[in-house]
């Protein structure tokens, strides 16, 4: 499985780049922040929605703490899509967060 830091992935959004970012966190959760432009989609929906999820594009997947992101990447990986874990989840990201309304 591939992998990124959170550092890593803060830097790639803070210098601009298009990033897809998919987090697997439950909603309670995801209130607390989540990265900015992050799409919210939880762990156990991610079977029914891959419509959802571009198969010719890069995601990084994002939980709390890289457990259920890693699950959501194997799984995906499975199906053909090209993803990378981000290690340490939520609890390693140091940049800023969106709060949902």
Request: net charge negative; with cysteine.
């Amino acid at each position: 499985m591939k992998e990124i830091t959170a550092k890593e992935l803060g830097k790639k959004v803070k210098d601009g780049e298009t990033v897809n970012i998919i987090d697997v966190r439950e909603d309670e959760e995801v209130r607390e922040g989540k990265i900015p432009g992050a799409a919210h989609i939880r762990l156990s929906e991610i079977p029914e929605r891959l419509d959802e999820i571009a198969k010719e594009e890069h995601h990084y997947m994002v939980c709390r703490s890289g457990g259920r992101s890693g699950k959501a990447s194997e799984f995906l990986k499975e199906q053909g899509y090209d993803v990378s874990n981000m290690v340490g989840g939520m609890l390693e990201w140091e940049e800023e967060v969106e709060k949902e309304k």
